[in-house]
C-alpha cells in the first residue's frame, strides 16, 4: 500500500539531545498528523497541523507543515527515555477522508 | 472521558474463518476509520463509516466489509482469512469536520 517517506528511519540519541525527523510526499497535503506508538498500542495523536507554514507546539515537540505541502517535520527538544517509540507522520489530501502513514521513524534514547 | 475502545485485543483464527472486530468511538465523535497495520508498517486504511454508511474505501478486497451502528460503535468484518490478513487492526474515531483521528488500542490478529 502506499506509504509516505519518513526518515531516519530509526535513530539513537542521548538522553538531553534535540531530534528532528521528516516526512515527504509526491503529492499535496491539506493536513498532518504526527503520531507517536509504542509497542502493543495504538498510535497516539501528537500534533495536527493544517496550514502550509504552521509551526505548532506541545510541550517540548514542534511540528511544521512544509510550505510546499509535500512534507512535514517534526522536532522533538532535550529528549528524555519515556520519548522512545515509533513516530509516524499521516497525511491527508482535499476532498478525501482517508490518512496516508508513514514509513515510521523508531526513537531510541540512551540514558 | 473513554477514548477509543477496540475488541477483542488478541485473536487466533484459522485459515478460511470470519471474524468480527469491534470499536467504540471517543465519546462525541460520529466517525471510524478502520486500518490493517503490518509488522514494522505504518497503518493503512481499510474505511471509514459515518451516518452509517462506508463514506470511503481503501485498497481492500470485498472480503473486508463493515457496520456503523446508531450509536456510532462499528464493526470490522473479514471473511476467508488469509495468512496475510494477520495484522494489528486499529480503529480510529473522529468528528465529521475536524481532521484529528484518535486510535484505540488495536486488535492483534493471528491467522494460522
Known amino acids: 500500500g502506499q506509504q509516505l517517506n519518513q526518515s531516519p528511519q530509526s535513530m539513537f540519541i542521548q538522553e538531553g539531545e534535540d531530534v528532528s525527523m521528516n516526512c515527504t510526499s509526491s503529492?499535496?497535503?491539506?493536513?498532518w498528523l504526527w503520531y507517536k506508538q509504542e509497542p502493543g498500542e495504538g498510535p497516539v495523536l501528537l500534533i495536527a497541523?493544517?496550514?502550509?507554514?504552521e509551526l505548532t507546539s506541545n510541550g517540548r515537540l514542534t511540528a511544521q507543515f512544509g510550505i510546499t505541502r509535500k512534507d512535514s517535520f517534526l522536532n522533538i527538544s532535550a529528549s528524555i527515555p519515556s520519548d522512545v517509540g515509533i513516530y509516524f507522520c499521516?497525511?491527508?489530501?482535499?476532498?478525501?477522508?482517508?490518512?496516508?502513514f508513514g514509513t515510521g521513524t523508531r526513537l531510541k534514547v540512551l540514558a | 472521558d473513554a477514548g477509543v475502545t477496540q475488541s477483542p485485543t488478541h485473536l487466533i483464527k484459522t485459515r478460511g474463518q470470519q471474524v468480527t472486530l469491534r470499536c467504540s468511538p471517543k465519546?462525541?465523535?460520529?466517525?471510524v476509520s478502520w486500518y490493517q497495520q503490518a509488522l514494522g508498517q505504518g497503518p493503512q486504511f481499510i474505511f471509514q463509516y459515518y451516518e452509517e454508511e462506508e463514506r470511503q474505501r481503501g485498497n481492500f478486497p470485498d472480503r473486508f466489509s463493515g457496520h456503523q451502528f446508531p450509536n456510532y460503535s462499528s464493526e470490522l468484518n473479514v471473511n476467508a482469512l488469509l495468512l496475510g490478513d494477520s495484522a494489528l487492526y486499529l480503529c480510529?474515531?473522529?468528528?465529521?469536520?475536524?481532521?484529528?483521528?484518535?486510535f484505540g488500542q488495536g486488535t492483534r490478529l493471528t491467522v494460522v
Open positions: 497541523l493544517y496550514k502550509a507554514g
Open positions: 499521516a497525511g491527508r489530501a482535499s476532498g478525501t477522508y482517508k490518512y496516508i
Open positions: 480510529a474515531s473522529s468528528l465529521t469536520g475536524n481532521a484529528e483521528a484518535f
Open positions: 503529492s499535496i497535503f491539506n493536513t
Open positions: 465519546s462525541g465523535h460520529d466517525t
